[in-house]
Each structure stands twice: as C-alpha cells, then as structure tokens.
C-alpha cells in the first residue's frame, strides 16, 4: 500500500512537469496548426539560463524565496524572448506556405538550439573567461531549494519532499493561471478567434500576429518554468535534455487531445503515472516502450486523443 503511494507521488510530480510542456505545445498548435518541435530546447534553453543566473548569485545566496523567484524570472523572460524570436523570424514568414514546410523549419530550429548548445565557446573580458556556449558536458543543476521532508508516513515507507509539494503547486497554479486567461480574459478570447480562423479574425480587428507572438512567448515561458522544476528534481543538465523532455510532453499532448488545455493536463498526468509504475514494478529500461505503447493504444481506440474532437474536413 506504501509503496502504491509513493508512486502515485512520484507520478504525479512527474506528470505535472511534462504538463507544463505540453501546454506549449497544444497552445501554439491551437492557434497555428503547427507542431513547434523545437518547444523542448527552449526549455533546455530556459535551465541553462537559471544555471547561469544561480552561478552569478552564489552559493550563498542560494536557497532564500528570492533567489528562487528572480531564478524563474529570469529564466522563463528569456525564454520568452526566445520563443519571439522564433515566431517572428521563422515561422511567420511561413504562415501561407504549407504546413510541411514550417514543420520542417521547427525539426531545423530543434536541431540548431541542441547540439549548438554543446558547442564550447568562451570569450576573455578583462582578463575573465566568460562563457558564451556551455559545451556538451553534463552539468549539476545548483541545489536553489534545499530539499527537506515534508511529510513522513510509515516510517520512510511514504516520504513526500519540499521539492515535490513546491514543484506540485508551481505547476497547478500556473496552469490555472494559464485557464483563467485563455478563457476569462480578453486576451484568451482573441486567442481563440485566432485559433478558429485568423482571417476571419483579422477582418474583426483582432491584431493575428500580435496575439500568436504572445502565444509563443507565453508558451516558452511555461517551459522554462517546467526545465527548471524538471533541473531540480534531476539535478543533471545536458544540452540534449530538451529532446527528451520536449517528446514525452508531446506524447502527453498527443493523448490527451492535441489542441486541448485540460486534456494535456491529463495526457501528461496519466503519462507521469504510467512511467513511474511501469519503473517501480517492473524493468526502468521498458518505462520509454511502455509510454510509447499506452500512445499507440490511446491513438488506436480515440484517434483524436482522450478530450479531442474529430474534425470533418471538406474536400
């Protein structure tokens, strides 16, 4: 029964990382119809910017309230600007073109931010070694929160840290931030007029490149959050983490209705604890086959993914 417990813990702090990633993923194909695969290495990007961050804080400062917050801060406003940069100088100019053509720019994108990040390039600013470029060496992500138990069941049969109940609440409180906007806000519902015909949309006076730049931008930023939250659980740091990051969020995506707020909510939940069970009580090295599996089975019985909604299309 503790042992149940614990997993279900452990899959849901899990669940709710890769959740966070997936809202990218669902809100950029919502409004755009484009698979952004280069969604995962923003993320990447957003960890090695709070790793710089911590460095130039210290060690010593390292672990208080705001340390943390100007972390996060720092990191998912550069991600932000990343995702900009991105939208406005690749994928616009390939709006009218067909959507083969910017997936292929996305792969590209992917590719470039990955292994251009194991590139070593330093630079010599008043006798300091400044490193532009970190290198394809693994890195240890800094302890920002000092991990402590929080909850203790069982005698250690059940232990809940601090990490797990602040990354759980970070993530919860984002996404609900994140509902409350698409659906409450004026914002939200320009978001969605977009999304059901940015033509039509822009005959109503709704600026379509202003709320798809803001679309990424909000997207990249939930991802630094989720790079963050994932670097302080696993404390490793690598260049190619945002490969394998990025593709389990967009299974999660995938599952629970590519395009659905809620339902990458739960792909990505229902995914956190479909690993972590498959690790506790069988073999870790099926955890990737068996994700991929409860895919296959999702997209055999409910093609459109659990919360999707079929689509006709006229020819």
């Known amino acids: 029964m503790y042992g149940f417990l614990q997993h279900v813990i452990n899959g849901l702090a899990a669940g709710t990382i890769y959740a966070l990633v997936a809202l990218g993923y669902t809100m950029v194909y919502g409004v755009l119809k484009l698979i952004n695969f280069a969604h995962g290495d923003v993320m990447m990007v957003g960890v090695y910017v709070g790793y710089a961050v911590a460095f ?12 943390v917050l100007l972390i996060f801060a720092a990191s998912m406003a550069a991600c932000a600007l990343l995702g900009f940069l991105i939208e406005r100088f690749a994928y616009r100019p390939l709006r009218e073109k067909p959507r083969l053509t910017a997936l292929i720019t996305a792969i590209g994108i992917s590719f ?12 010599n600013v008043r006798g300091t070694q400044v490193t532009l470029l970190p290198g394809a060496a693994a890195r240890a992500f800094p302890e920002i929160i000092t991990p402590v138990e929080w909850l203790n069941i069982g005698d250690g049969e059940v232990v ?11 993530a919860i ?6 509902q409350y ?6 914002f939200g519902r320009a978001m969605r007029a977009v999304s059901f015909d940015h033509r039509v949309a822009a005959l109503l006076g709704i600026p379509v490149d202003r709320v798809i730049a803001m679309t990424f931008m909000l997207g990249s930023s939930l991802a630094a959050a989720a790079g963050l939250l994932y670097a302080i659980k696993d404390t490793s740091v690598q260049p190619l983490m945002g ?17 659905h ?11 956190g604890l479909c690993e972590e069970f498959v690790v506790g009580y069988t073999n870790s ?25 079929v689509q006709a299309e006229k020819v």
């Open 285 to 309: 090295s099926w955890r990737d086959a068996v994700a991929f599996g409860f895919l296959i089975v999702v997209l055999l019985l409910r093609p459109e993914g659990l919360f999707g909604r």
């Open 181 to 186: 906007l698409v659906f409450r806000t004026r």
């Open 160 to 170: 809940i840290w601090n990490r797990q109940v602040i990354s759980f609440l970070i």
């Open 173 to 178: 409180g984002l996404m609900v931030g994140l």
């Open 56 to 67: 130039l804080l210290g060690r010593d400062s390292l672990g208080s309230t705001g340390s």
């Open 243 to 259: 490969l394998y990051v990025g593709l389990k969020a967009f299974v999660a995506a995938v599952i629970g209705g590519i395009g």
């Open 112 to 123: 470039a931010l990955s292994y251009g990040f194991q590139l070593d390039a330093q630079v």
């Open 261 to 271: 707020v809620p339902g990458a909510l739960v792909g990505a939940l229902a995914l």
